[in-house]
């Protein structure tokens, strides 16, 4: 378990630690929201680790990665025979959580008939496996996190109310990254420090001037990026170079809500040009004649960006679309 990792020293972050620390001696259930990336399931793993079933497992479930069809089977456990393929009985989530804490992750993709079996767990600690009918008394201590409004989740009719009420009695929001910017060198430092980098004298401050849609996961993707194009050595100029393409990426994929600020319309240009290339596999006539330019046009960028960029910075581009620039 990543306990001992869990970086921060902003204000904001320092009082979601608190709140969350004072929630993880209690019995009861946590709800913990955030942005996709910010460290719910770490956050999670912590409730865990300084509460008095720290002794006991900890077992995350992802609510939206199993079919409805299996998830309560998988959750609840079993009796042989239950159905055409349960040759023999299984004891199922919740039961292998006993005396610990069940991490419900992606709570808010559970559908509507699991939301009621849930509540049942919660209500009175009881489960029932597929296939019986005796009913068992388990004591798990259940940790919910999502990144959706589950209060909105209600309004459209696709969450119970009264399953939010009983999970959010302790909830938590944990702070995007862009509100607590303070963290983001310390973190990165520490990202690179558990990579094996060497990132002598690099001044993080590039890393400041973007909005991380994706928080820390994408922070830590963009570093193991940079561990990897540098060499295990990350320069300024990398990271600089990195994070443009990020935002450039961003801004594509309108991730990003606000304007990205820094980025020039021959910066978004190139940027179309060379994913278009990618997804026409480098075959430089066909992405001419879907990006509605002449093929000369195409080849004349090509060249110029080619000679314009310094060694060092040609292959972040290059890499990702080998194909069409090697022609
Ligand atoms: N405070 C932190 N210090 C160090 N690393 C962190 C911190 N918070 C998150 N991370 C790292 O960032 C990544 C994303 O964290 P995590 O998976 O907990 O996010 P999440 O909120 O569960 O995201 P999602 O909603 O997409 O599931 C992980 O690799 C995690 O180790
Ligand atoms: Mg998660």
Request: net charge positive; proline share 4%; with cysteine.
């Amino acid at each position: 378990m990543q306990f001992e990792l869990i970086t921060g020293k902003s204000r904001q972050f320092r009082a979601t630690l608190e709140e969350l620390d004072r929630y993880a001696q209690s019995p009861w259930p946590i709800l913990l929201t955030g942005e996709t990336g910010v460290g719910k399931e770490l956050l999670a793993q912590r409730i865990h680790r300084l509460s008095i079933r720290r002794q006991g497992p900890f077992v995350p479930v992802n609510c939206g990665a199993l079919p409805p069809g299996l998830f309560e089977s998988e959750l609840f456990g079993y009796e042989r025979g239950a159905f055409s393929g349960a040759v023999q009985s299984h004891r199922g989530l919740v039961r292998s959580a006993q005396g610990g804490s069940l991490f419900l992750d992606e709570i808010g993709e559970l559908e509507l008939g699991l939301q009621v079996k849930l509540l049942r767990l919660l209500e009175s600690r009881e489960i029932r496996s597929v296939g019986s009918t005796r009913v068992e008394q388990v004591d798990v201590r259940i940790i919910a996190a999502t990144n959706r409004n589950l209060k909105e989740r209600v309004q459209e009719g696709q969450f119970r109310l009264d399953l939010l009420e009983r999970l959010s009695i302790l909830a938590v929001e944990v702070p995007p990254l862009r509100e607590r910017p303070e963290d983001i060198s310390l973190l990165a430092a520490g990202l690179l420090d558990r990579l094996g980098s060497t990132y002598l004298n690099v001044d993080f401050s590039c890393l400041l001037d973007f909005e991380w849609p994706g928080n820390i996961r994408q922070l830590r993707n963009l570093l193991i990026r940079a561990d990897v194009l540098g060499a295990k050595m990350v320069s300024t100029e990398l990271l600089t170079q990195l994070i443009k393409k990020e935002k450039l990426q961003t801004e594509a994929s309108g991730l990003a809500g606000k304007a990205v600020t820094g980025v020039t319309l021959a910066d978004f240009e190139k940027q179309v040009i060379l994913d278009k290339l990618k997804r026409c596999h480098g075959n430089r006539k066909r992405a001419a004649k879907e990006l509605g330019i002449a093929k000369s046009t195409l080849h004349e960028k090509l060249r110029k960006w080619k000679t314009a960029e310094s060694d060092q910075a040609w292959p972040l581009y290059r890499e990702p679309h080998q194909t069409a620039l090697a022609q």
